[in-house]
């Protein structure tokens, strides 16, 4: 039931920026409310582990286990859709992070990557959801100045760690929200 709630706040907020921006793509929108609610949890957020076990939080790292591991099409296509959309969030909610460590460039150009390989995956498995992956592909930079837009604009600018900055928000929110008849 959170998860929903959360969902939903999510979608407005992805609406507004939207609108704000004149991006018409409703189901973009849709795909990011749920991108960011399901990373708003930290297990979420970081779902590739290496072999023992410890979660792998950078893109670096998960191209190169993705790159040294034995996948089925299937599940390459799982994790190349996941890389997207930490690329994504990465470089549209946290930014000045990944600006910080002088790798936007990178994230912005193997998120959009991940994302053609997961549609091709999709597509060669007659997965549903690989138009969506193409229009993410195909405007990812796009797609991350929104969320970058989205934050800025909704979430105000961190005063901190951006990370523990937009969690307090969040769980502060969420709080309000369960408590709420």
């Known amino acids: 039931m959170a998860g929903e709630g959360l969902r939903d706040f999510f979608l407005r907020l992805t609406w507004r920026a939207f609108e704000d921006l004149g991006l018409r793509e409703s189901e973009v ?19 590739i ?11 670096v790292e998960m191209l ?16 190349r859709r996941y890389m997207g959309d930490y690329a994504l969030f ?25 994302y053609e390989r997961a549609r091709e995956a999709y597509r060669r498995l007659l997965k549903p959801g690989s138009l ?23 979430f105000g600018q961190p005063e901190s760690d951006p990370f523990e900055e937009f969690l307090r928000k969040l769980e502060a929110w969420s709080t309000q929200r369960l408590s709420s008849p």
């Open 29 to 47: 929108a849709r795909y990011l409310a749920g991108v960011l609610a399901e990373f708003s949890r930290a297990d979420r957020l970081y779902r």
């Open 49 to 59: 582990r290496d072999l023992r076990g410890r979660p792998l939080d950078s893109l």
């Open 64 to 79: 190169l286990w993705v790159q040294l591991s034995p996948l089925g099409e299937e599940r390459e296509g799982e994790l």
């Open 90 to 114: 990465m470089s549209g909610i946290f930014r000045e992070w990944v600006q910080r460590h002088a790798v936007l460039d990178l994230y912005l150009q193997e998120g959009r990557r991940s």
């Open 132 to 154: 969506l992956l193409g229009e993410l592909a195909r405007g990812f930079e796009q797609y991350a100045d929104a969320l970058d837009y989205l934050k800025r604009a909704y």
